[in-house]
């Protein structure tokens, strides 16, 4: 699939940012551990989350959008055997292991799908449920995890490096059993306090104190209802989009305390911003030109891996030259070439690190394989259009926000990259003054 996009076309308006696709994917597989009809509310209509009811009804359960935002999961799973044409449409099918091994004590899931950002090894995943009692393998001659589990027990988890989705697995396997397990170093990302608060309305008993969980399950939990927060992903595309447009675009359903760790160094730039909290409505104060900021993506409350492209592209207007420092993924430049293309100015470099143990997330850092995990971008840059690749979904929403502020008409392929995270993004856009569209969608 691509988009044609003509840019430099005056943008403004105001856009309704959509339920957070991060949150709303591990909910519906939590809500596979309760009994009864869960309904879930604002859940983005995007192909990773119909990736994964075709996951789930494939398995038997009943899972379903009844309305345009709202997701009803009921838990009937006649099958714990994942297939790969199945199973690898998205990374986050390996969480089913939780719901699959409480129903049938055995699970067999292929290696999960997704963008590619780097090895992302699911090791820390598997290892916290192995603390709770579960013996899991890895066959290279099938590429199948194959889970098993016949007594459940009482662990302490301690991740060696945060781990969003491992925190998330660790808690859900967790509420299912009736004995205290605690999760230090535990990740501390705003979606992981939506599912604490899930978990506990279907009866479970979690607290966060810090970077340490506390759950304590229940052999059965009862289903519940539970409305999604809103996106802050996508809240910042926006943000940037609007930046990049002098402020004329307004920002609803916006959750200001997830993305203050993107506000610090954005007002930093030199913008400033003004929040209506009755409505949650933002609306960006422009400045006369930008600043340039050089950040350094981290575990929240640090700068998030998903917000630097988005910032790259900012600062390719600032008034100098700015780094980004990726120490989360060591895959997660690759958009740059295709962002050079628009006419972008930046160079490649590795830092030095006095520690690149404790500096990096990703496991086994290695300063030859791994020798570009920082850029440097010297703003600023007029675009121009040009032909480029999604990769994945937030560097396609960067490759997206350049063909807009670029003269001409630019072609984005691998657009169905972006329609995994953003839901009706064209429509967004349209409405806002965009002239894009989707050619050769087969």
Not at 342 to 348: A, H, L, P, R
Not at 352 to 367: D, G, K, L, R
Not at 370 to 387: D, E, F, S, V
Not at 410 to 417: H, K, L, N
Request: net charge positive; charged share 20%; hydrophobic share 40%.
């Amino acid at each position: 699939m691509q988009y044609l996009i003509n840019g430099q076309k005056p943008l403004q308006g105001m856009v309704s940012i959509s339920g957070a696709k991060n949150a709303s994917l591990k909910l519906i597989i939590a809500a596979l551990l309760t009994d009864g009809v869960s309904r879930i509310d604002n859940v983005p209509r995007i192909r990773d989350v119909v990736s994964l009811l075709e996951i789930i009804n494939y398995l038997g359960g009943e899972a379903k959008f009844i309305a345009k935002n709202t997701v009803q999961v009921e838990n009937k799973l006649k099958s714990y055997h994942l297939p790969l044409e199945i199973g690898g449409k998205t990374r986050v099918s390996i969480l089913l292991i939780a719901p699959l091994l409480h129903q049938f004590n055995q699970a067999i899931l292929p290696n999960p799908g997704g963008c590619r950002l780097g090895e992302r090894s699911v090791d820390r995943l598997i290892d916290s449920l192995k603390k709770m009692g579960a013996r899991i393998s890895y066959l290279s001659e099938d590429g199948y995890y194959h889970a098993k589990i016949t007594k459940t027990k009482t662990a302490v988890i301690n991740f060696a490096k945060k781990s969003h989705t491992g925190t998330e697995l660790a808690m859900m396997f967790a509420s299912r059993i009736p004995v205290k397990t605690v999760i230090n170093n535990a990740a501390q990302e705003p979606e992981i306090d939506d599912l604490i608060v899930f978990l506990n309305q279907a009866g479970a008993k979690i607290k966060r104190q810090g970077q340490q969980i506390l759950v304590t399950g229940k052999k059965r939990l009862s289903a519940t209802q539970f409305k999604v927060q809103p996106d802050r992903i996508e809240a910042v595309t926006f943000i940037v989009l609007s930046a990049l447009f002098d402020g004329r675009i307004m920002i609803k359903n916006v959750t200001l305390k997830s993305i203050m760790p993107f506000l610090k160094p954005f007002t930093k730039a030199g913008f400033d911003y003004q929040y209506n909290q009755e409505k949650q409505l933002l609306k960006i104060v422009q400045p006369k030109s930008i600043k340039p900021v050089s950040i350094v993506t981290a575990p929240h409350p640090g700068f998030l891996t998903d917000w630097q492209p988005l910032w790259t592209i900012l600062m390719t207007q600032a008034q100098g030259s700015s780094t980004v420092h990726e120490t989360v993924f060591e895959n997660r430049l690759g958009y740059i070439q295709d962002l050079k293309r628009f006419g972008c100015k930046i160079d490649f470099y590795q830092p030095e690190v006095s520690a690149a143990e404790e500096v990096y997330q990703f496991n086994n850092y290695n300063p030859y394989k791994h020798r570009y995990q920082a850029i440097k971008i010297h703003g600023p840059t007029t675009l121009h259009n040009a032909y480029a690749t999604m990769t994945d979904i937030r560097a396609g929403a960067c490759l997206v926000l350049a063909a807009l502020i670029a003269k001409g008409n630019s072609v984005i392929s691998g657009a169905e990259q972006i329609e995994r995270g953003y839901e009706d993004l064209l429509v967004k856009l349209t409405k806002l003054g965009a002239q894009a569209r989707v050619v050769n969608s087969q």
